[in-house]
């Protein structure tokens, strides 16, 4: 999973950054590269299953975060296609005061620079939509396929809902309408998250009434915190961090927070193998049937999938290893057994018959 990080200069992009990126990543305090980091995605029972089966590695699931530098007017149109890659956008705003840090817009107002963003992006989808109806128009003059009439015809209903300011991600689009979109990697079709990066007084319940829309009519997601803060913090070592979240009442570092929300945003769930060599998450969509789930491991299991023994992160843990089968937790399950968030599977299957079938 991508996530990408962007917004105006100052508007503490870097200091989110390093801030979900466990504190590790090296930040490059240039204008012109982005940052990159691959951060592990905190999972506690992952640890938990760690401690029941002590495997030789443990490996958990990721997610990369790129900081891209900051939104200068100039060069809009290249800044909005860097952000076309990523699968979840994330608009960092400022609203902690600071005379120290100059804000580009003369003055701190961070629903002015959520609006201003929110129609830019409008404005840039806009544009590509323009440019294709152009050409689409010409192909189909020049006699092309039918089918380029029903891509016109999406286009045209994008066109519209984002002339009254609604984001494409907020439209009911048909399976069939979302793969005639897809090759044109629309901003507001994206998941969306407005990250508002709050002073060390400021609290996120003040400033949420008035951003909800973002969540209701926007179809995006609205996340508070005290970015600086969660920076220092991050840079601890784990051991450390326990007291300092104490007493400044943070129950929960944003890393983990934010995680948790981009999987609910993606409509993404876990599951679990675990063994000797490895306990190991594996990060699937919600209403994923067993057989490809499997094949988040390997194509081949796939393929040549059987059956999955199934039991659940909850029975483990409450039960142990040993009584799990007697209990009658394990379950035999189908290739259409749809997989819930915390199942542990063990996919049988048949190299043989994979082979066969390719
Ligand atoms: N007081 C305060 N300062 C912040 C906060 N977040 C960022 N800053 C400061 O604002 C300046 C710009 O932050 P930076 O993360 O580099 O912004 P970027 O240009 O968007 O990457 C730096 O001096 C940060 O220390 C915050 O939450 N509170
Ligand atoms: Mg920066």
Partial sequence: MKVGLFGLPSSGKTTVFSALSDGKANINEGHNAPNLYV?????????????????KKTVYATIEYTDFPGLQEKSANSYWGNLRSVDVLVHVVRAFESDMVHHVNESVDHKRDIEKIDSDLIIADLAIIETNLDRLERNLKAGKKNELLF????LIKCRENLENEIPIRALDL???????????????????????NLGD????SDFYPDLKYLETERK??????????EMEIAQLEPEEREIFLEDLGIEELALG?????????????SFFTVGEDEVRAWPIRKDTPASRAAGAIHSDLERGFIRAEVFHYEDVVSLGTSKLKEEGKIRLEGKDYVVIDGDI???????????KKK
């Fill in 39 to 55: 951060a592990k995605v905190p999972d506690p029972r992952l640890d938990e299953l760690t401690k029941m089966y002590n495997p």
């Fill in 151 to 154: 891509t016109k015809d999406v």
């Fill in 174 to 196: 048909t399976t069939e309408e979302l793969d005639a979109i897809q090759v044109y990697q629309f901003l507001t079709q994206k998941p969306f998250v407005t990250a508002l």
């Fill in 201 to 204: 007084d400021q609290n996120f």
């Fill in 220 to 229: 995006s997601l609205i996340f508070g915190l005290q970015g600086k803060i």
């Fill in 257 to 269: 927070r934010f995680v948790r929300s981009c999987f609910q945003l993606l409509g993404l769930i």
């Fill in 345 to 355: 599977l063990n996919i049988r299957f048949n190299v043989s018959s994979a082979k």
